[in-house]
């Protein structure tokens, strides 16, 4: 099955488990740029089951696996990360259609990767990891939109198991979603990925407790330099803390460099050298010109 | 003079000092806002005369600054803080109208406040300090916007010499330009400013180079996250230099305190603390949350 960009889709239909923010998001892109596919939600909770069919009209959605499952040529699991392998477990139980993929959207992808390969290897089914660098201070169903995933990043992390055709399947359908594709090990992934989104995330946090703990009264002053510094410090600490700590390695790492770069320019403005200062402050806005304007 | 926001402007004309991107800002709200208002503008090198009268319809503009001071009853320094002093002695020198006000930008207050003080005190006209919390990681006239001040804070800095009268017309002044006006001492300005904004600045530059220094390729992967939490990091070095030296203690009381913070954040990872993890970062999302939506 030669790989092109453009071909019509391969897949059948398409289970999302879990209808948050990230998999809400996934059934109105796909819906939007793969009219005619099926597409199946799986829900933990009755609730959140209902509340599926009333916002996403045209899916079917179920709290039973083996349902949900039944002949999709491909699964995305969208729930926090440290629930994918009971989840992945049960799937694995399942009748499992022969084509079948399964995919996830987490942040972090050593041990996950590692883990959810063994339990499909068994099995007629591939685990390839995904993670389409979207999101939102926001979480939950209600923010879900159709252009989430407009222009991401999408990292795919094959191992040395990942069929040739499996990656090019998964490849079509994100760059269909509208991504633009990378590929890396897994543990390449986790080491990039604290670097540029959990570090940026752990110092919004900080700026934002260093700044308010004391009082709070500060804010009455602030501007956008504070509101965009610390954007991210809104988000959800239940998923935040599950991200930080599978990575916890790398981000320690990453926050060491950044507590290095914190005590030189302590010293410099103690020692008052402002020609350091202005020199460090220059390789900083240097790195950041890097990034394309929007 | 009853000090009331509506009130037409008490000011007969403005000089203001140096165009770059908040003094041409200030000359484009001062024309929407209060036309007919006289408009000067000095600035130190005849091409930047030059570019005023080319980019600013409507204003006169000189090198001289007895030229543009003559008459005026409000001067706004806009200059770097470490180049005010010597421009208001200059200032002091010149023949002043009796109602004279000076003014400034600047984002630190209690040296530049003290110094400018005391050079006015001996003079017709009086120094009372401004810092309209608005500004952008461009800088330069080119920059420059007629919305910059709408609905930013400015904080006011009166001492035991200022005069009500003196203090109620600075506030119209603002006001008509679109700040909510506050008003605290220089001392607790420089506090004020180091946590809600040099804090963030500092923090966005140490994010930057601890994400990049190593290896830049990490920014192919980059999302919202890096770009909103690293934003201010493309300030301008030399401006930023001056600011933080200008106001070191406080920032680095600031950054002392993010840095216990940052190794409490280590502690958890390291002894894989997820609760401790999870309370922390909803305390952040907690106080992150006090700053209303825009």
């Known amino acids: 099955m030669a790989f092109t960009l453009h071909c019509v889709s391969v897949e059948r239909s398409i289970a999302i488990f879990s209808p948050g923010l990230l998999g809400g998001s996934l059934v109105k892109t796909i819906q939007q740029r793969m009219p005619g596919l099926e597409v ?5 909770r009755q609730e959140a089951v209902d509340e599926v069919l009333r916002v996403l009209p045209g899916v079917t959605a ?3 696996i083996a349902t949900v499952i039944q002949g999709v040529s491909l699964v995305v ?3 926090p990360i440290q629930h994918m392998p009971g989840i992945a477990q049960q799937i694995a139980g399942c009748e499992l259609a022969d084509d079948l993929i399964i995919t996830d959207v987490g942040s972090v992808k050593g041990g996950v990767v590692r883990e959810l390969e063994a339990i ?3 099995t007629k089914a591939a685990f390839l990891g995904s993670h389409p660098m979207a999101g939102s201070q926001h979480t939950g169903l209600a923010h879900a939109r159709g252009d989430l995933f407009h222009q991401a990043a999408c990292i795919l992390t094959p191992t040395a198991h990942t069929k040739p055709e499996h990656l090019g399947r998964l490849r079509t359908f994100w760059v269909k979603l509208g991504c633009r594709i990378q590929e890396m090990a897994p543990q390449q992934h986790d080491h990039c990925v604290a670097r540029i989104s959990h570090l940026p995330h752990t110092m919004a946090v900080l700026t934002t407790l260093a700044a308010l703990r004391k009082d709070t009264r500060v804010l009455d002053s ?3 330099g504070f509101r965009d510094t610390t954007r991210v410090a809104g988000g959800d600490p239940e998923m935040w803390a599950g991200i930080l700590m599978q990575n916890r390695t790398e981000v320690v790492a990453a926050l060491q460099d ?3 770069e914190l005590l030189e320019l302590v010293e410099m ?3 008052m050298d402002e020609e350091a200062l202005r020199r460090f402050l220059a390789q900083a806005k240097a790195l950041r010109d890097l990034l394309p304007a929007v």
Do not use: I, K
């Not at 199946?40 to 933990?44: E, S, T």
């Open 40 to 44: 199946r939600v799986w829900a933990r």
């Open 62 to 64: 179920s709290t039973d």
């Open 77 to 79: 699991l969208c729930m």
């Open 120 to 122: 499909f290897l068994p």
């Open 222 to 224: 602030s501007a956008g």
């Open 258 to 260: 950044a507590a290095t």
């Open 269 to 271: 403005l103690q020692t």
